[in-house]
């Protein structure tokens, strides 16, 4: 609770208040007084804004690094952008995140619970504007400019959008360009990002006060890389555009209900909890000058800078680390974006809550020094450590080629993979000739469906008929009769006892790694 103690009773505008946290009081004097005076609780108030501040960061990127792990399987689908184009359009969002954030601290509303559902509202709704900007049809290309052709065995071109008529576009879509379609969408997620910074602050600065609050605090810390993560896997649960977009449209709906709801219920305990007393951020006076004073202060005391700095930048580590997880899952043990993206939330993320509660409650109930809770704080750290060693021993093998059925033979290219049943097929009349294609009864890749012999498409734009490469293995010059189909992608690994073992140990590692957190956030404001 905020609290102002003049120094001086007779003059009430001698002092102002610079922040309070569970009873302690800062009373700093104007010009003419005898100076800054700090009270036992100054510090405890200090720490308070940062954890805030931080969790409250962390909560709003973990939230919004589901959502854009989503939205990066859409601008690799339907838009087709490149990876700096991408990071651009991603940044818009962030730098939305950061401006709203600012805004929360130095010009906190007075009215919190209008402020909390209109923001939660307007989130929700530019969420969804964002799903549909990104999944805007272009103004399409003529066929043979939409994707690299296919190349069959004594066959001319044939194109997988072949059925597309380039004359016209998909009933009910918009007709923009590239260019309209990336400026649309980065001032969406601009604007995404901006309004998502006020709910989560302004909930996560009345959770701070006590120690169940604390808790409620890690809680709400952790839950929003689950939830974001859980989100790209609702959106990456199908490879069709539309219910790709679909499904990550929840989280925009499922936002703007919450806002709603909580502006239906103006007489809830929710407006008694957050009473006009509480307007402002602990430790945080909406005079630019006293928060100026205040960050001087602070920048004095080099050990707490320092722990803020290492503070930050573990968190960008953490985020960078989750924003890579689920493709790593997908690259290095042939799961799909659902799944990766599921593990990610269910085995990486979670367990950290666990760990951050488990703790809280078990040096609760032992009772158990704060030394104790430190040496118990780096054995987590030192063996969670070890737990990325896993990241060397387990996975699965590369994959591989028909290197035994397929020789390589040095001409005028430089690598050219023929073999007596395709040697006819005249597959290199095209520099694009690499797609590789997988027959799952023989677990065998070719780097083309042309190289494996294949005379048609199949009843399915990824599937490939009458490869008779497949079946003669190079022994013969004559095609056999019989023919196999082979699909479209590299051949996956068996790797379920690999997969289901490094997400199990993932488990018990991250455990550890939720036993820290828990204390530098409870017993730093000691």
């Known amino acids: 609770m905020i609290t102002v103690s003049p120094r001086n009773p007779v003059d009430q505008d001698a002092a102002v208040l610079v922040g309070s946290s569970s009873g302690a ?50 601008l690799e689908r339907n838009l ?5 184009v991408i990071g651009i359009i991603f940044s818009c969002l962030f730098i939305g995140l950061i401006g709203g954030y600012l805004v929360v601290i130095f010009f906190t509303p007075q009215n919190k619970p209008r402020w909390l559902c209109g923001s939660l509202i307007l989130t ?26 296919v190349i069959l065995c004594d066959e001319s071109f044939l194109s997988i959008n072949r059925s597309l008529d380039p004359q016209r576009t998909q009933l009910g879509s918009l007709a923009l360009t590239d260019n309209d379609v990336l400026y649309l969408l980065a001032a969406f997620l601009s604007i ?119 503070f930050l930048l573990d968190t960008f580590l953490t985020v960078g680390y989750l924003f890579i997880l689920p493709r790593y899952l997908q690259i290095q043990f042939d799961v799909p974006p659902f799944v990766s993206s599921l593990a990610a ?35 987590c750290v030192g063996v969670s450590c070890l737990g990325f ?63 494996a012999g294949c005379m048609r498409m199949g009843p399915r734009s990824n599937l490939y008929e009458h490869c008779h490469c497949v079946e003669n293995k190079g022994r013969t010059d004559q095609l056999p009769a019989n023919s196999t189909m082979v699909k479209e992608g590299f051949c996956s690994r068996n790797c379920r006892v690999a997969y289901s073992s490094f997400t199990f140990l993932m488990f018990l590692f991250h455990l550890l790694v939720g036993f820290p957190p828990y204390n530098i956030l409870t017993q730093f404001r000691r």
């Open 25 to 74: 009081q800062y009373v700093a004097s104007r010009p003419g007084s005898s100076g800054m005076h700090f009270r036992i609780g100054f510090w405890r108030s200090v720490s308070g804004i940062f954890t805030v501040c931080l969790c409250a960061f962390i909560l709003n990127i973990g939230y919004v690094l589901g959502y854009t792990t989503g939205l990066l399987a859409i």
């Open 80 to 84: 087709h952008c490149s990876s700096t």
């Open 124 to 149: 929700g709704t530019f969420i969804i504007f964002s799903g549909v900007a990104a999944s805007v049809q272009r103004i399409p290309q003529p066929v043979s400019g939409l994707k690299a052709p």
């Open 192 to 310: 995404t990002g901006f309004m998502a910074a006020l709910p989560f602050t302004i909930v996560l600065t009345k959770l701070h006060t006590d120690f169940q609050g604390r808790k409620h605090l890690i809680t709400c810390t952790v839950l929003g890389p689950f939830f974001g993560l859980l989100f790209a896997a609702l959106g990456s649960i199908a490879s069709h555009i539309g219910r790709f977009v679909l499904g990550f449209l929840f989280p925009g709906i499922i936002v703007f209900i919450i806002g709603l709801t909580i502006g239906v219920l103006t007489k809830s305990s929710l407006v008694g909890v957050m009473s006009p007393l509480d307007d402002r951020i602990p430790g945080i006076n909406i005079s630019i000058k006293n928060t100026a004073r205040t960050l001087a202060v602070i920048i004095k005391k080099w050990t707490f800078s320092g722990l803020v700095a290492i």
């Open 345 to 379: 939330a269910s085995f990486f993320v979670l367990p950290v809550t666990c760990g951050a509660l488990g703790i809280s409650y078990g040096a609760r109930y032992l009772q158990s020094s704060v030394t104790h809770s430190r040496m118990i704080s780096v054995a």
């Open 389 to 451: 060693l896993i990241f060397v021993f387990l996975g699965c093998g590369t994959k591989e080629f028909d290197h035994k059925l397929q020789r390589v033979i040095e001409q005028e290219r430089p690598l050219i993979i023929t073999n007596i049943c395709n040697k006819k097929c005249d597959c290199f009349r095209s520099e694009t000739f690499f797609r590789p294609v997988c027959h799952e009864g023989t677990d065998v890749t070719y780097a083309s469906p042309c190289l």
